[in-house]
Every structure is written in structure tokens, then in C-alpha cells.
T-cell receptor
Framework: DQQVKQNSPSLSVQEGRISILNCDYTNSMFDYFLWYKKYPAEGPTFLISISSIKDKNEDGRFTVFLNKSAKHLSLHIVPSQPGDSAVYFCAARGNTDKLIFGTGTRLQVFP | DAGVIQSPRHEVTEMGQEVTLRCKPISGHNSLFWYRQTMMRGLELLIYFNNNVPIDDSGMPEDRFSAKMPNASFSTLKIQPSEPRDSAVYFC?????????????FGPGTRLTVL
């Protein structure tokens, strides 16, 4: 009954190329989506978010796209850097303060 | 600001023992969240508080788990008795619900190992 799904447990990308991390959700009541980044032995840190009234939000090298009809969002990182290597979590929020997280995607950026 | 503070960072205990995890949220934040991270289920919300009051504990796995927030600057998550399947990383997060943004700020986590 995972409401937020990240179907790719890992992704490997060459430095300088684009990284695309995907996330699917099932609950059409979610109105806000966030991406968190997590390094080993640290807590997740907020990266970027998007409201359901938008379809794109950009912050530097990071862009999040939202396709409400498909209940799908994606995080694009371009150009990818070795320091981007981490686990990325997608999260969604409905009409409460609760965030529902996916299981994460481990991104490795190699030189 | 020191961020969200959690203690201990690592805890190793034997099955049947009581475990208490501690969290100090960011000063001024009025919501506090306890999560558990496992490989299979990712980050699961266990319970959250608004203004020290528990709002939703539907994620607490069973009666062995309990959480308290006696004041705005401190919360505990207790497992009694602990079992090997409780082994995971437990995160505490806080948020200012009056702020502009919706993000939660996470602590570094407590890695719990129950033998």
C-alpha cells in the first residue's frame, strides 16, 4: 500500500550528464511534493519542492517536474556532479502535516 | 542554530531491553515527527506532534512503541520490550507550521541494533 513509489532503487550517471530520478504516487489528494537528499550517516536534507498547481520548479541545477494526470514526478539534475551521489527520497503531502516518503533511489555519479 | 539534535547516535541492545531515543527540535518549531528508516519500507512516519500534542500515531507499529513530548524542546521515543525487527535508523524531524515552506528538518538519526 505504498502511496509514494520510487521504482528504481539505484541509478548510475556519468559526471556532466543528466540524472533523472522518478517518483509515482497513487493519492490524487496530495497537493505538495518534495525531494530530499540523504548522505550516509546523516539525516535527509530538503532539496526542492513543487506545489500541485505547478508543473515545474527549477532551482539551479535541480528541476522538478510534475505530471498530475500521470501521478508522476521527476527530479532532473544537470549537470550531475560527484557530490550529488546520495540517496534521494521523494515525498508527498496531503491535507495534513504528514509527509509520505518513497523508498529512495541511490544515485551514483562517476567521473 | 544547531539543528535537530538526536541522542544517542548509536544504540546496541539486547532483545527484551527498553530503549529510549531522544530528540530536541529546532527552537521555534512547533511540529515534531518521528520516522523509521528501513531498506524495505524507506522512511516511515511513526508519530507526529503539533504544539506538543500527538496528532497522528497511526504509524506506530505496536504497543511496544510509545512517544512523548513533555515540552516544546524535547521528545522521546521508547520501545519496550525491544525486538530484533526493531533494528533500523530512527529519525526525528521538526517543522515550523507557521513558516512559508513545507519542509521538515531532520536530525542525524539514531541507529538502533537489537541483538
Amino acid at each position: 500500500d505504498q502511496q509514494v513509489k520510487q521504482n528504481s532503487p539505484s541509478l548510475s550517471v556519468q559526471e556532466g550528464r543528466i540524472s533523472i530520478l522518478n517518483c509515482d504516487y497513487t493519492n490524487s489528494m496530495f497537493d505538495y511534493f518534495l525531494w530530499y537528499k540523504k548522505y550516509p550517516a546523516e539525516g535527509p536534507t530538503f532539496l526542492i519542492s513543487i506545489s500541485s498547481i505547478k508543473d515545474k520548479n527549477e532551482d539551479g541545477r535541480f528541476t522538478v517536474f510534475l505530471n498530475k494526470s500521470a501521478k508522476h514526478l521527476s527530479l532532473h539534475i544537470v549537470p550531475s556532479q560527484p557530490g550529488d551521489s546520495a540517496v534521494y527520497f521523494c515525498a508527498a503531502r496531503g491535507n495534513t502535516d504528514k509527509l509520505i516518503f518513497g523508498t529512495g533511489t541511490r544515485l551514483q555519479v562517476f567521473p | 542554530d544547531a539543528g535537530v539534535i538526536q541522542s544517542p547516535r548509536h544504540e546496541v541492545t539486547e532483545m527484551g531491553q527498553e530503549v529510549t531515543l531522544r530528540c530536541k527540535p529546532i527552537s521555534g518549531h512547533n511540529s515534531l515527527f518521528w520516522y523509521r528508516q528501513t531498506m524495505m519500507r524507506g522512511l516511515e512516519l511513526l508519530i507526529y506532534f503539533n504544539n506538543n500534542v500527538p496528532i497522528d500515531d497511526s504509524g506506530m507499529p505496536e504497543d511496544r512503541f510509545s512517544a512523548k513530548m513533555p515540552n516544546a524542546s524535547f521528545s522521546t521515543l521508547k520501545i519496550q520490550p525491544s525486538e530484533p525487527r526493531d533494528s533500523a535508523v530512527y529519525f526525528c524531524a521538526s517543522r515550523d507550521t507557521g513558516g512559508t515552506y513545507n519542509e521538515q528538518f531532520f536530525g542525524p538519526g539514531t541507529r538502533l541494533t537489537v541483538l
